[in-house]
């Protein structure tokens, strides 16, 4: 908590005595900022993939079915990153967000339904990583969850309203470090490492509805449709604040790709991390069902069990994960919904602008966290509501992903930068496991 405050504090400090300053070239920041700029959007998409939403989720898959969907991330893999590339190409290629070439090329019926699909979902997820992240903080401190809830909404809206983009930015890189907290706890946590590897590479599949909504939960909560409306809107970000690199469009492409592929590859890392290390700690031990923070936790007890308090310690543990991926992802739910409302609407957008520059930006926001803050206190359990908000995402990236491979293959949008074979042969694999995943998953709830 602490740590939080004195983050705020800082770089709003920074924001009212400098706000034109480019900390980029001050000694105390040089360092920082070059080692932030290494990696650019997709990088902060692929922490923010894994969110609150993505860590309990993938945690409930190796409590409930042990190694049985350890398999899903290796398989998301090239899907994840081809979609992610797909939507950063299309915002790199027109100069616009993903839903302003939608309105541009489209009919607006296309848009007014994946705008709509977009910002439900997002607004359901941004209320439940609120939840999830009270709930973690309830774990430190015995303050009720309606006090944080507030507090982690209050400090999201201030940071993206005060703070510029060009400050945000490196924020946001510096908290993907929080994923190497998972890898760690894995290599502790496993002493048999031959089942793990089969259950990596041979996919099991179970046609009951319990297993299946998780299938779904998971590919929903990791190629998730906010995250291709904020790498195409960040990519856009970026070249306006002048951290696009230079040379011609192939170099920008080739150096979007990069950053794309080591985001996702970091991202699944931690996916398959998460459910190994549930798998190997909490189904082995009995805990099929995560209804708290605190049994999810349980799982990194093994990096903690020789330590007095080992509890507490992995309770600190869990809790800083969750609230560091739910600070980055959080305000990025928010934005995502005001990048395409306003692109609807045409009005302007865009973290580097002021909110006199483009106050409706900034309300969009404001009502889209009131929302999820309010719909934490409809008597909903956190813990269950990030899952169904992650099989939500499951379904809605299917219409999305389909009207992405449209705009991508077309050449009067696209020119010589549509998408070639591979991206088609990849793309069009995603769209259809997750489609089916979806049928089978509607299929078998109404079969029961």
């Not at 992903?401 to 042969?425: D, E, P, Q, T, W």
Request: glycine share 8%; charged share 10%.
């Amino acid at each position: 908590m602490i740590c939080i405050f004195t983050l705020l504090a800082s770089v709003l400090f920074m924001r009212s005595r400098h706000a034109k300053a480019d900390y980029s070239t001050h000694p105390r920041f040089a360092r920082l900022h070059r080692i932030a700029r290494l990696f650019g959007p997709g990088l902060v998409t692929g922490a923010a993939d894994d969110d609150p939403s993505g860590i309990l989720t993938y945690s409930q898959s190796g409590a409930q079915f042990g190694l049985g969907q350890l398999w899903t991330a290796l398989v998301m893999l090239p899907f994840l990153i081809a979609v992610q590339e797909m939507s950063a190409r299309i915002a790199l290629v027109t100069g616009q967000g993903i839903a302003a070439t939608l309105r541009k090329h489209y009919s607006r019926h296309v848009l007014y339904g994946i705008v709509f699909l977009l910002i439900a979902a997002n607004t359901i997820n941004l209320g439940a990583d609120l939840g999830a992240m009270a709930d973690s903080a309830h774990l430190l401190l015995p303050i009720p969850n309606a006090f944080f809830i507030l507090l982690f909404a209050t400090i999201a809206i201030v940071l993206e309203v005060f703070v510029q983009y060009r400050t945000y930015a490196p924020m946001l890189k510096l908290l993907t470090l929080s994923l190497f907290a998972y890898m760690l706890t894995g290599l502790i946590a496993t002493r048999d490492w031959t089942p793990v590897i089969k259950a990596s590479f041979l996919p099991h599949i179970q046609f009951d509805y319990q297993f299946l909504m998780i299938i779904v939960g998971v590919f929903g909560t990791t190629i998730s449709p906010y995250c291709f409306f904020w790498q195409a809107s960040q990519e856009l970000e970026e070249r306006r604040a002048g951290n696009g690199g230079s040379g011609g469009a192939r170099r920008l492409l080739a150096d979007m790709q990069r950053d794309t592929s080591i985001g996702m590859f970091a991202s699944e890392v931690a996916t398959w991390f998460i459910i190994e290390t549930t798998a190997v700690v909490l189904y082995v031990n009995g805990v099929r069902d995560i209804t708290t923070s605190a049994q999810a936790a349980r799982a990194l007890d093994p990096l903690v069990e020789s330590f007095p308090h080992a509890g507490k310690i992995s309770e600190i543990l869990f809790a800083a994960g969750v609230i560091g991926t739910g600070a980055l992802a959080v305000p990025i739910f928010a934005a995502v919904s005001s990048y395409a409302l306003c692109e609807l609407l045409e009005w302007n957008e865009g973290l580097d602008l002021t909110p006199k520059q483009a106050p409706g930006f900034y309300w969009i926001m404001l009502a889209g966290t009131s929302v999820g803050v309010l719909q934490n206190y409809l008597g909903f359990n956190p813990i269950k509501l990030l899952i169904y908000s992650a099989v939500i995402n499951g379904i809605v990236s299917v219409p999305i992903i389909f009207m992405l491979i449209i705009i991508a293959n077309n050449s009067k949008i696209m020119g010589k930068y549509a998408n070639r074979m591979l991206s088609n042969v990849i793309s069009i694999a995603t769209l259809a496991v997750m489609t089916i995943s979806a049928g089978l998953m509607m299929y078998s709830f109404f079969a029961k």
